[in-house]
């Protein structure tokens, strides 16, 4: 089946010479099925499709309007097409939630065989409690962005302390009356450049870096060889998800990994540990068949491009409606 793609009425005006908020109207309330469509009264809040339960889910969250979170479920053998959408529920309440997943039949939430998710407490209790036989798998992406995030805060500590120092010396050469002169590294930055500009050499392994990035690391790891130690256990996780096939492997890797940021005494990757150790089942589930979240986030990409398509979302059922059309 071919993936459509959605117009909206004010792009019918421009090309065809009609009035788009008129023929907006007609179609909202005459020309499409949505003043009978049978999820209405209750859109807002929830729109459920059971015909489109599978095997394999992913489960996430997204901002509909003005920040307003949405848990969304689709079931990942329809590849982001139609029959993906399984359910889109108002807020991230783990209670409400699965009250309103109750309404499916046990029988087919029984047939869930794996489930993808975050590392969100409620996410966690929502695939526990709704889909009990299904196996939870925590996404890798999120682990990994942890390892991003933990070494991108450490850079950003020592950028704030290179901008104070160039502070409080232009204030001392003030002072004293002599002329500010801010040092230049071997490659034209000041450390404060330095520390700017390596931010996305740290997100990228080290095979992939330019030649102009390789120097910026030498001088910056020169400097600050804890952010290089941080730099290489986030690329060291990185690698026991791209190389790992099997999951007893993975967890003897992962051990070892555990190791190396004990003895790095960096108190973020103290957390990251602490943290995988809490989801250390769901996790390590990741090596059995491999899943991830990226048909939510696939998903959650095309449900912002409706969005911004239609100028934002005036009215939350008619974009639902619309929604189930494209996607249910």
């Not at 190791?259 to 790095?264: F, L």
């Not at 150790?277 to 491009?305: C, G, M, W």
Request: net charge positive.
């Amino acid at each position: 089946m071919l993936d459509t793609q959605p117009i909206s009425c004010k792009s019918l005006e421009n090309f065809f010479y009609v009035n788009g908020k008129q023929l907006e109207h007609q179609y909202v309330f005459h020309l499409s099925d949505f003043v009978t469509w049978e999820q209405r009264e209750h859109a807002a809040d929830y729109v459920l499709f059971e015909k489109n339960l599978g095997s394999y889910l992913s489960i996430d969250e997204t901002s509909l309007s003005q920040g307003e979170l949405y848990t969304v479920i689709t079931n990942k053998e329809a590849k982001g097409r139609s029959g993906c959408l399984v359910a889109m529920i108002q807020g991230t309440s783990s209670d409400y939630i699965n009250k309103i997943l109750s309404k499916l039949s046990r029988e087919s939430r029984l047939k869930v065989k794996e489930i993808t998710l975050d590392m969100a407490g409620s996410m966690q209790q929502i695939a526990k409690t709704s889909f009990p036989k299904a196996i939870r798998v925590t996404d890798r992406f999120h682990v990994q962005q942890l390892a991003s995030d933990a070494v991108q805060e450490l850079r950003i500590r020592y950028r704030w302390d290179a901008i104070e120092q160039e502070n409080v010396e232009r204030a001392l050469s003030k002072e004293t009356g002599k002329s500010f002169k801010n040092e230049r590294l071997a490659n034209g930055d000041s450390l404060k450049q330095l520390l700017a500009r390596s931010r996305y050499l740290l997100f990228k392994p080290q095979h992939k870096w330019t030649p102009s990035q390789f120097h910026r690391a030498e001088l910056l790891f020169e400097r600050f060889p804890d952010l290089e130690e941080a730099y290489k256990l986030s690329r060291e996780l990185a690698d026991i998800y791209s190389y790992s096939k099997i999951k007893g492997v993975a967890f003897t890797k992962l051990a070892r990994w555990y190791d190396k940021v004990e003895k790095s005494g960096i108190n973020s990757f103290q957390v990251i540990k602490r943290t995988i150790q809490n989801h250390y089942a769901s996790i390590l589930n990741f090596f059995e068949n491999r899943s991830t979240n990226a048909s939510a986030e696939s998903f959650n990409a095309k449900i912002k491009a409706l969005r911004s398509q239609f100028r934002g979302v005036r009215n939350i059922e008619f974009f639902m409606f619309r929604l189930s059309k494209i996607y249910a």
